[in-house]
């Protein structure tokens, strides 16, 4: 069974501190793996899509890099408007092209002034 | 503005009703989704349609209805026999080889 796993389940930063965010996945072959960030009460956001292992995406003070088990997202000198859930979800390889997406749980981040 | 438009943003349930969420979008995409959220467990599958009049079910349909008479509309219908239908409900469009993108959700409790 295809499964996504995120961790840690919450972080705590002070402001300046970085750190990474882990997303863990067994699936039996992977279309792409996408990052979003979601704020209370709204809808996901998109961040990021990688489709193979080395890859590597940059916005402002995010990274997602890519492994053949997993995705981390850095965060480097995160401000108090980083905080936010970050979630991580998995499209397969096969089908159609619009893939299921499988999400994990998601890594709620507080930054701290 | 292109984008996702869910309605209501807040909806009330009395035992025994259905309900109907709504999602359009203007982004002209070919495929649409429903997911529902609850505290802890990321988002879960509902139902999909890669096409006009055409759907599917996802991880957890029992209890649920869609239907996709236009490209730009999919909504989807609580029925009284989904038990625990309190949660954030999030539809969701894409293109072909795209990321889903995402609207701002309805919450549905129950009275």
């Known amino acids: 069974e295809d499964q996504v796993t995120q961790s840690p389940e919450a972080l705590r930063l002070q402001e300046g501190e970085s750190s990474s965010l882990n997303c863990s996945y067994t699936?039996?072959?992977?279309?792409?793996l996408f990052w979003y960030r979601q704020d209370p009460g709204k809808g996901p956001e998109f961040l990021f899509t990688?489709?193979?292992a080395g890859e590597e995406k940059e916005k402002e003070r995010l990274k997602a890099t890519l492994t053949k088990k997993e995705s981390f997202l850095h965060i480097t000198a995160p401000k108090p408007e980083d905080s936010a859930t970050y979630l991580c979800?998995?499209?397969?390889?096969?089908?159609?092209?619009?893939?299921?997406?499988?999400f994990g749980q998601g890594t709620i981040l507080t930054v701290h002034p | 503005d292109g984008g996702i438009t869910q309605s209501p943003k807040y909806l009330f349930r009395k035992e025994g009703q259905n309900v109907t969420l709504s999602c359009e979008q203007n982004?002209?995409?070919?495929?649409m989704y429903w997911y529902r959220q609850d505290p802890g467990q990321g988002l879960r599958l509902i139902y999909y349609?890669?096409?006009?009049?055409?759907?599917q079910k996802g991880d957890i349909a029992e209890g649920y209805s869609v239907s996709r008479e236009k490209k730009e509309s999919f909504p989807l219908t609580v029925t009284s026999a989904q038990k625990n239908p309190t949660a954030f409900y999030l539809c969701?469009?894409?293109?072909?080889?795209?990321?889903?993108?995402f609207g701002d959700g309805t919450r549905l409790s129950i009275l």
């Open positions: 982004l002209n995409h070919d495929a």
């Open positions: 699936v039996s072959g992977l279309r792409g």
């Open positions: 349609s890669q096409i006009v009049n055409d759907f």
């Open positions: 990688l489709y193979s």
């Open positions: 979800a998995v499209a397969m390889a096969g089908g159609t092209s619009y893939g299921k997406l499988t």
């Open positions: 969701a469009s894409s293109d072909s080889n795209q990321p889903q993108h």
